[in-house]
């Protein structure tokens, strides 16, 4: 299939810088966590990349792990890079991650050296590219001494292996440790990757703070709560939703009846406010300027389009706000 990227792709996406780094991130960025696999349909991934590209998303996130089979949406991505998005790859802002088990024995997952190492040039490989833009800790190692592991990012990154580090699932007290590290060694600390949505709110205690006070950039994932801020499950859980996938990561069990209410009630709003549910979801988290940019997955072109819209209503009335805080109460973690 012949590619040639949109000539207005940049005329309706915002950029917002990271942290007090150099580098811009669109407000939307795309995951590769589900959908880009080996079990899903390749051209609709393709086709959500190239949609995503042609709308003005520059940064795409992947990790060692992410498939289902582990490795196989790297392989993806890769396939896509090779066959579409080559002559781009100066326009984009890759990242994949390492600390999630990856492969047997004692060096596949965690923090040390030897996994870091082994896994960038896997992912490499995978995707076919020289470096990553961006190459995260995927989560604290509670054995592994953290200097072991930010002397590791710092090294990869003097290699020319990785442009940035990050930091993922790191508390605000495990940031602070490791920002102080990769500071030392002078390779600064780009961005920081937690779980961050309406009803997931453990970020604001403390994280943020930390974020803002360094200067660090910030990217929420599962920012519609793998898809349970949409309009996806508001009657039933549909076939082909991640709940109701074998292999997806949202099980039926986190699709509690306090929880249908709240997201009944959230969609209320969201209709008055003219908007999906999922493009309020995004749009409460991109309020607060301490958010460079929200990371969302997609399992078609259609829902992509749909929280591309968001940009367009950014903002909230202080009764909208509390109504969102009352409706989620009984439900946020
Ligand atoms: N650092 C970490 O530890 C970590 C952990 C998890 C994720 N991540 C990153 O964050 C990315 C996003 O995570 P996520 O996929 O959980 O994000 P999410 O945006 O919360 O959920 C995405 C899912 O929501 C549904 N959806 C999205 N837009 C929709 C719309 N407009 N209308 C209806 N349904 C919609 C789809 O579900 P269906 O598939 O059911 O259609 C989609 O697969 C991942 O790809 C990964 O890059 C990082």
């Known amino acids: 299939m012949n590619y040639i990227a949109k000539d207005d792709r940049y005329d309706n996406m915002k950029y917002n810088r990271c942290g007090k780094s150099g580098i811009m991130l669109p407000a939307i960025s795309l995951g590769l966590w589900h959908n880009f696999g080996s079990v899903d349909v390749y051209n609709n991934s393709r086709d959500i990349l190239l949609t995503a590209f042609d709308r003005g998303i520059t940064h795409f996130d992947l990790a060692n792990n992410y498939g289902p089979d582990p490795g196989t949406a790297e392989e993806t991505f890769g396939k896509v890079l090779k066959q579409q998005l080559k002559p781009y790859r100066d326009e984009m ?76 699932n790191y508390n605000a007290e495990q940031t602070k440790k490791a920002v102080s590290i990769l500071n030392e060694l002078g390779t600064p600390c780009l961005i920081h990757q937690p779980r961050y949505n309406i009803f997931d709110r453990w970020v604001e205690d403390g994280l943020l703070d930390v974020l803002e006070e360094k200067g660090i950039g910030c990217i929420p994932f599962s920012p519609l709560a793998q898809g349970l801020l949409t309009s996806r499950y508001l009657k039933t859980i549909p076939e082909d939703s991640r709940m109701a996938k074998p292999h997806g990561f949202l099980k039926r069990d986190a699709f509690t009846e306090e929880k249908k209410k709240a997201i009944t009630g959230l969609n209320e709003i969201a209709q008055k406010r003219g908007q999906s549910l999922a493009q309020m979801s995004l749009a409460w988290l991109l309020k607060d300027k301490r958010i460079t940019s929200v990371l969302i997955g997609a399992s078609s072109v259609k829902q992509l389009e749909d929280n591309l819209h968001t940009l367009n209503n950014l903002d909230f009335t202080d009764d909208e706000l509390k109504l969102i805080d009352e409706l989620s109460a009984p439900v946020i973690k």
């Open 93 to 168: 802002i890759i990242s994949s991650k390492a600390g999630y088990y990856m492969w047997p024995g004692p060096y596949g997952e965690w923090g040390s050296k030897k996994n870091l190492v082994a896994s960038l040039n896997q992912s490499l490989k995978r995707m076919g590219v020289e470096y990553v833009d961006i190459f995260y800790h995927h989560r604290p190692d509670p054995e592994t001494p953290l200097e072991e592991t930010m002397r590791t990012l710092d090294l990869i990154v003097r290699q020319g292996k990785a442009l940035y580090v990050g930091l993922s």
